[in-house]
């Protein structure tokens, strides 16, 4: 009986629907963090009749065909990248990107990575790091006598020196933008890895066309909405228990067939 199998791909796209929910929910409080949505497909169809085959010799055809479903399966878990709403920190160093854009990011290997956490902090060498201590690109190194730190929505970092009358230009923070964004391959760490889905890295300034603007003292919030996430947890629960139930129907059918005399 076909309904075992094609009810049990359906148990197994919900219980991966349900992980994808669970995920989302673990990183509501996550920095920058962009929820996910798990998105299926329907499986191959048996032919018991042609659509559009002959049904007579006097050309007549049969309009729809007989096509029974084998049920479903996972197509792609989609990252959704709408902005978060930003949370003032007062934190000089905290970052936030309002619009499209990704800090880029050195990793300790020599390759880069790409983030919209702006959690930044100073590495003993004044640099501006990531709170796991990886480099902001492109390297700006913050004098230790630097009494106050200013970063413009433009991304110009400057720095207010004692017995300064102005303030230093110390460099320029970039922001990094991709064709498709949902195409990043996710790394752990709140950081991004550019792929062939993703398209090349383009390079921007703040402010400029397609880029956004830095805005400092602020962080990105995660942008999770757990009512939604809650009511889709409902819907997979329901989704779960109804193919469990058609699975204990075909079973029982088949106890009813075997029971016969």
């Known amino acids: 009986m076909r309904a075992l199998s094609t009810a049990a791909t ?35 169809y048996q032919n018991m009749g042609q659509v559009g085959a002959a049904s007579s010799d006097a050309g007549t055809i049969v309009p729809t065909g007989l096509q029974i479903g084998l049920g479903v399966q996972a197509g792609s ?34 390759g880069e990575a790409y983030t919209r956490s702006g959690s930044f902090s100073r590495s003993p060498e004044g640099q501006l790091v990531t709170s796991d201590g990886y480099l902001v690109m492109p390297g700006i190194a913050i004098p230790e006598e630097a009494r106050r730190v200013d970063v413009n929505q433009q991304g110009q970092v400057q720095v207010m020196m004692d017995g300064d009358a102005e303030p230093q230009i110390l460099g320029q923070l970039e922001l990094i933008t991709f064709a498709n964004e949902a195409g990043l391959e996710a790394a752990g760490d709140n950081l991004y890895l ?68």
């Open 77 to 110: 878990v989609y990252r959704i990248t709408e902005q978060g709403s930003l949370s003032q920190t007062g934190n000089e160093l905290d970052l936030a990107i309002s619009g499209r854009g990704y800090f880029r990011i050195e990793l300790p290997n020599g």
């Open 10 to 44: 359906g148990m197994e796209a919900q219980q991966l629907n349900v992980e994808v929910i669970a995920h989302n929910l673990a990183n509501m409080n996550t920095t920058a963090f962009k929820r996910q949505r798990a998105e299926f497909q329907d499986l191959l």
């Open 194 to 261: 550019e792929t062939a889905a993703s398209g090349a890295a383009n390079v921007g300034v703040p402010g400029q066309p397609g880029f956004g603007i830095i805005r400092q003292g602020f962080v990105e919030t995660s942008n999770v909405d757990a009512v939604t996430e809650i009511t889709a947890l409902i819907r997979a629960q329901r989704a779960y228990e109804m193919n469990a139930r058609v699975i204990s129907a075909a079973d029982e059918m088949l106890a009813a067939s075997a029971n016969l005399r």
